[in-house]
């Protein structure tokens, strides 16, 4: 019997304009690696498109076949989502072209764009769209889940900054959604993720802003309790300029980090003021008070310069495993379960990040896009990240228990670009009392769910099926 896959490639061969990979191909090894080294999976066609055409020409061969599809843009998807094994990969790293109107102030970009080309193109513009921290994740998965980063606060979560999208949805036709055009698809896809079809093209708001005061500062062990309490606090009444971060985790030994410090438990804070830089001086000396002065450093940082410093922390091809959640407010106990986790993290990458939300992100009604809940203003990740096979299962039970520890004092809801593969359970909890419109949003526009390698919301058939 002739495989799925080389019945799509036998039928998109003629017509297709980008490139066809099958295992043995010059080009496929590299191809089929993601972001996340613990998903090693060999697709048996990745469709790397060339042009729009392609998009729906993959789509109608594939729904045609019945071959899991799944979709790609910069392969970040802790979840390992963008590859599977034996089926085919929509791939759209070829199409990341960036068109900005300065006057206008809104920039077409293309589904395969990373942060990092969207931002090198609106800078020359002196606009910025507020996204992500790591400029080599890909726009798309980013954008689609929400996308948080440090101008949250100041500009709303980079879905709020989408006018339109532009999409090829599971029977092959464009779809436009925007406020006026197909509105509900609109809603869904501000926060869904990848279950309504491949976006091949996003009409964003841009912002003038090219510069940051940037400051970081190590808080030693003993400071960790005492520092989050007062983050916690400070945070409440804190300037929408202020973005304050946290990273509970082992100081890497390296030249910037005092000797005392190295591979003890830290609390890494990673602050940037977005508005006038002699207003802020006081909000951030306070905020670094409780830190060892040698580990301080305030400077001003040009936007591009932010937007890629923590690139080399998160590279291509180590192991990763996550689990996140939100809190309306961070008690005592929660804290100190924090507080003992630091103590035993298993790698020295694996840390507890921290960032608070509120501003711009939570003036937007929960009812107004798919994306969860904005009025927890603590958001947490536990993101480990190691490089040896054997350390996999300490990594992971390390997560997993903290989590459970932590859960109880959660607010429900979950933020789908922050949650691993296994959480699948957890997806309602994401969307909450949004859930219902979600599945009839699926329902129409995907009622086989073509689309299901996302965080997945099945159509109403098919959740009647299974229940
Ligand atoms: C190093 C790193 C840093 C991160 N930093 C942040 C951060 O600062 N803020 C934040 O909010 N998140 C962050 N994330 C999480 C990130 O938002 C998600 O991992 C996101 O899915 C990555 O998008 P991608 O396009 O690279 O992923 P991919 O793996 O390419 O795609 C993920 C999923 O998105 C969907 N998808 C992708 N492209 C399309 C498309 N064109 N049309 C339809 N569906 C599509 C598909 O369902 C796909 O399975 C980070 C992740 C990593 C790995």
New binding site residues.
Partial sequence: MVEASEEVYSSLRRRFKGDLLRPGNSGYEDART???GMVARAPGLIARCAEVSDVPNAVRAASEIGILT??????????????CDGGMV?D?SR?RQVTVDPEARRARIA??C??GSVDAATQKAGLVFP????S???????????????L?RRFG??CDNVEGFT?VTADSSFVRADSKENPDLFWALRGG????????EFELKLHPFTAVVLAEGLSPEANIRPLLEYWRDFMAEAPVDLKWNIDLRLAPHTKKVPLELCGRPVASNSLIWTGDPEAGRPYLERALSMCSKDSVRTKIVSFLNLQTM??S??PHGRR?YTKSGYFTYLDDGTIDRMVEAVATIPSSETQIELAYLGGAAAEVAGTETAFGDRSAPFIINLLANWSEVSADAGNISWIRGLFNRLRPAMKPGV????MSGDEQDRVPEAYQERWDRMVTVKSHYDPNNF?R???NVPPRKLSAQRS
Avoid: E, K, P
């Fill in positions: 993601i972001w996340n799944a979709v790609r843009c910069g392969g970040h998807s802790l979840a390992g989502f963008s590859t929509i759209l199409m589904g395969g990373l942060l996204s992500g921290v790591v080599h994740t890909g726009a798309s998965g980013l954008i689609l889940g929400g996308g948080t980063g440090w949250t979560l980079s999409l993720g990848g279950n309504f079809g491949v976006v091949i923590a690139d922390d998160f990763y933020y789908i670009n922050f689309f390698l996302n965080q």
